[in-house]
């Protein structure tokens, strides 16, 4: 009997995994709860921020206090972020969180009971809690890879990114319309409410975990904090994936901050500065939902590099003078582009070895702020001395010019965990 000839049916390719879409991510109980957190949380800070600036510019009638009173909330973060992030990893998360939050609620709750507060103790009250925020923070972003598995963690950052943009905006709005029928210190004990509400549903809605670094080391909280960032600097991957998180977002800054200047160059007056000054933001909640809820993984990979480059090409448009339609077309096209930080969420948490992965997110936060802090100073120099587009136009150069310079880590693959830097 003849020998039959073996028959070898093609391999059938893998089928493709379903897209990971917005209704898996909220799901999962737990992240429902730190968003309904998060946002309000975010909603809390806008109200403080505008209930602050508008009591101490009516106690003081000083538009140098009033600048002061909004930046308090803002500079001392980095305080917090170069010197006690590590909290986020040798507590357990929910305590962290929730004292966080509670902590964040004093100023409001103080401020609004007791409106007369000389303004230096009520900025200095101010301040002193704000250097908590990148705490819990980061204990929030530290904890969201336990809640969320794959590609939600990915789109959870998204939804957090979400939130934060347009709860700003409504927070702003809101708190508009609060002052418009109640004194500022209405506004202020709002701000208090819903931060204190935050960190009840925090507490009651979060499971206890254990802590993921080692509570008995001998090291204090500043000292772990210093270690723990420079092991995460020394790291190549670590650092190059920081560095792309940062630059881009730091020049795309500096050029905000000259819309209102560049409004004036054009002969405008300062209230037409307000499309404008929405535009990034809405570009950026365009692109987070197209890339974060329409494109795969792999696809979100390949675009992040494109994106980059695409937040500062547009800005280029600012060299010749464009319009304030287009320039608010310019802006908008700018902010899609932020949805590059998208492809490389993965790789950045690949990255981090589990004991400072808390401390790593409040890192990349502290980076983000202090840079934006500095940015617009440097392109105010610039606008000074060249002229408003001019300089918006250099950053976008320069926003080009990092995104080439940092391709490496827009396009490099996550590494595996034998490869993560070593823990303190």
Excluded: H
């Excluded at 949380?41 to 403080?48: D, I, M, N, R, S």
């Excluded at 109640?182 to 499971?207: K, Q």
């Excluded at 000074?384 to 950053?395: E, H, K, P, Y």
């Amino acid at each position: 009997m003849p020998a039959t000839t073996p028959q070898f049916r093609p391999a059938r390719p893998a089928p493709t995994p379903p897209r990971t879409t917005y209704r898996s991510v909220f799901a999962a109980r737990e992240f429902r709860v730190l968003f309904a957190a998060m946002l309000m949380y975010v909603l809390g800070f806008e109200f403080e921020i505008l209930g602050l600036s508008v009591l101490v510019y009516a106690q003081t009638r000083s538009p140098f206090w009033t600048a002061l009173a909004f930046s308090m909330g803002f500079a001392p973060q980095a305080l917090g972020g170069a010197l006690f992030t590590s909290l986020a990893d040798r507590l357990p998360a929910r305590a962290v969180i929730a004292a966080g939050l509670l902590t964040r609620a004093a100023p409001g709750l103080v401020i609004g009971l007791w409106p007369a507060l000389p303004v230096p103790v009520m900025l200095t009250l101010v301040a002193a809690v704000a250097t908590v925020a990148p705490v819990f923070a980061a204990a929030i972003s530290g904890v969201l890879p336990d809640v969320l598995d794959g590609d939600r963690f990915v789109l959870g950052r998204s939804v957090f990114s979400l939130t934060g943009s347009a709860t700003q905006i409504l927070g702003l709005g809101i708190g508009g319309a609060i002052l418009a029928a109640l004194p500022a210190r209405r506004l202020l004990l709002a701000a208090g409410l819903s931060l204190l509400a935050a960190a009840v549903i925090a507490r009651l809605g979060l499971r206890p975990r254990a802590a993921r670094a080692d509570r008995a080391s001998t090291q204090g909280v500043v000292r772990a904090t210093v270690a723990g960032n420079i092991a995460l600097l020394a790291d190549r991957t670590v650092r190059g994936l920081l560095l792309v998180q940062w630059l881009p977002a730091w020049f795309v800054t500096g050029a905000e901050a000259l819309i209102v200047p560049y409004t004036g160059s054009l002969g405008q007056p300062a209230s037409a500065a307000s499309p404008l000054l929405a535009a990034v933001p809405a570009g950026m909640l365009l692109g987070d939902v197209i890339v974060g809820r329409f494109c795969r993984p792999q696809t979100r990979q390949r675009l992040a590099f494109p994106l980059a480059a695409l937040m500062g090409v547009p800005l280029l448009a600012f060299a010749f003078g464009p319009p304030l339609p287009v320039a608010g077309a310019v802006l908008f096209a700018c902010g899609i582009g932020f949805a590059y930080a998208l492809g490389i969420q993965q790789a950045f948490l690949d990255s981090l070895p589990t004991e400072l992965r808390g401390q790593a997110f409040g890192l990349n936060s502290t980076g983000a702020m202090a840079g934006q802090g500095l940015f617009p100073t440097a392109t105010g120099g610039l606008a000074a001395a060249f002229g408003a587009g001019v300089a918006m136009a250099v950053a976008g150069a320069a926003t080009i010019f990092a995104a080439l310079a940092l391709r490496a880590p827009l396009t490099g693959p996550a590494r595996t965990n034998s490869d993560k830097p070593a823990s303190r």
